[in-house]
């Protein structure tokens, strides 16, 4: 089995960081949307605060999300324009249950 050269390596490991960092993403997503879900349902049955309280949670999965995903790529944590993706289901989630 041939040895990889450094370059093959490198490129192997961003791959492999990119894999991991969507794998991630895809289990926590489905979190974040389902809380944003059940607060519309709970929101429906009259219950405003309990609604609240899962959006609220669903920002903090949602920020337990980003950093993640910003720590598993490597990249720098402060980054506005995914941070404001990041929190872009938990806005609509205040707006839809408002």
Do not use: N
């Amino acid at each position: 089995m041939p040895m990889m050269s450094a370059e093959e390596t490198a490129a192997l490991d961003r791959v492999r960081r990119r894999v991991a960092a969507l794998a991630f993403f895809a289990v926590i997503v489905h979190g974040v949307l389902g809380l944003v879900g059940a607060a519309h349902v709970v929101a429906g049955q009259g219950r405003q605060s309990d609604a609240v309280g899962l959006l609220v949670m669903s920002g903090l999965t949602a920020t337990i999300m980003y950093v993640g995903i910003r720590l598993i790529l490597g990249a720098r944590l402060f980054s506005p324009l995914w941070m404001l993706a990041a929190a872009a289901p938990t806005v609509v989630g205040f707006v839809w249950i408002a």
